[in-house]
C-alpha cells in the first residue's frame, strides 16, 4: 500500500492532534474569555449620561470552532443595564487558534435598540466594539 503524502497546504494537521484537541494555542475557554475582555475594553463604558448612565452588559450568547475559517468563533449579545431593551447588540467574533482577531472582526450582526427611561425615544449604538487588537 502506498504511503499517502501530507499536503502541504492542510493546516487542519498541523493545528490538532490525532485525537481532536488543539495543539498548544487558545481552547475554547480561552477564545471566549478572548472575545470578551476584547468586547468590554473597546465597546465603552456605557450608554447615556449623569442619571440615565447605563453600563454595558455582554453575554457570550455561542461559541464553538469554525471548521470553515479554522477559527473560534464566539459570538456575543450586549444591552445597557436597566434599560428597556427593544433588540440586544449582537456582534461575531474570530478568534485565531494561537490567539488575536482575524481581520475585519468583530462583525455586527445586529444593532442595539433600547430605551433609557419611559418616554424617550429609542436610541441605536452601532459602532460599540471596533477590530482594535488588544495590547
Given at each position: 500500500?502506498?504511503?499517502q ?20 494555542g487558545?481552547?475554547?475557554?480561552m ?18 449620561r ?14 464553538g470552532?469554525?471548521d ?17 431593551v ?10 485565531r ?8 472582526t ?5 444593532e ?7 418616554g424617550s ?11 482594535r487588537?488588544m495590547?
Amino acid at each position: 500500500m502506498a504511503e499517502q503524502k501530507k499536503d502541504p497546504f492542510d493546516k487542519k494537521e498541523d493545528l490538532f492532534t490525532p485525537t481532536g484537541e488543539l495543539k498548544g494555542g487558545y481552547d475554547l475557554g480561552m477564545a471566549r474569555a478572548y472575545a470578551l475582555e476584547h468586547a468590554k475594553k473597546t465597546g465603552g463604558e456605557g450608554v447615556g449620561r449623569g442619571k440615565d448612565a447605563r453600563p454595558l452588559i455582554w453575554e457570550i450568547e455561542k461559541a464553538g470552532w469554525d471548521d470553515d475559517a479554522e477559527c473560534w468563533e464566539v459570538v456575543l449579545s450586549v444591552q445597557p443595564a436597566r434599560a428597556q431593551v427593544q433588540q440586544k447588540g449582537i456582534w461575531l467574533y474570530h478568534v485565531r487558534p494561537m490567539g488575536g482577531l482575524l481581520p475585519g472582526t468583530p462583525l455586527l450582526r445586529q444593532e442595539l435598540l433600547y430605551t433609557l427611561s419611559p418616554g424617550s425615544s429609542p436610541s441605536r449604538r452601532t459602532g460599540t466594539a471596533t477590530s482594535r487588537s488588544m495590547s
